[in-house]
């Protein structure tokens, strides 16, 4: 099983940072979580697309971990040669997501369904959604939900993916909280969004400051690791992006709380998991 960061970016757009997203590779195919800026031109490089997601799981509906779904529904649907619906699981309100992107998307649709004549079907999503357990069981594939804590968003998932016994964690934007630990226990690997407090506070700004409430610094990403067990700790969606040679930094924040492997994310960064 592989862990590949497709977007280590955050909602402020950046030159070589895609929105958060993060493509897990299975025995029983290519799991997308999330679906930040930039999607599919990342999933491109990791030699993935559309029309190959086993499924695609969304932790939140905050915009920016969901700008690109409008593109990966269209491009699943123009990309198949034969009815593909797309599996799409995530909490509360992402069945009225897809409703409402596919709603949005009806001028399209239509331009696309009088032009190709061997286009006889609509797009189309098979969404499930999900709080707190089960989620998929194909092959040694095993996919686990939690709730978790980025209030006032409400629900919030976290995800756990298991393959022939490795697993690795897709925390999403949360704060510390017992579903996440739950999650992480024993896992080899765990993927999280974090902030610099240190660095944002100082400048004052309200809107920036809010920020910081509902997201795990560092040094919070650091001790959920260390309370699971975890392996390796990747840290991605990183508020402020580090500047290019300051990942360090990030790594030198996390040392004092775990004494794993500590990785800053980059798009495109590949890790085996297990
Ligand atoms: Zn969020």
Known sequence: MQAIILGSGSPLPDPDRAGPSTLVRTSAGDLLFDCGRGVLMRAAGAASGAAAFRAVLLTHLHSDHINDLNDVFTMRWVTSFAPNPLPVYGPPGTQELLRATEAMLAPDIGYRLTHHDDLQW????????????????????????????????????????????????????????????????GAEMLVHTVVRPDLIAPIGLPRLTDVLDYHSSVEDAARTAARGGVGTLVLTHMVPAPAPGAEDEWVELARPHFDGTIVVARDLLALDVG
């Not at 069981?137 to 393959?163: L, Q």
């Not at 964690?169 to 704060?175: L, N, P, R, S, Y």
């Open 122 to 185: 609509r797009p189309g999503a098979v969404v499930v959604e999900v709080e707190d357990g089960p989620v998929l069981e194909t092959g040694t594939v095993r996919v686990t939900a939690a709730p978790t804590d980025h209030a006032p968003v409400r629900p919030t998932v976290g995800y756990r993916v298991e393959d022939d016994g490795h697993a690795v964690v897709i925390a999403g934007d949360t704060v510390p909280c017992p579903g996440l630990d739950a999650l992480c226990t």
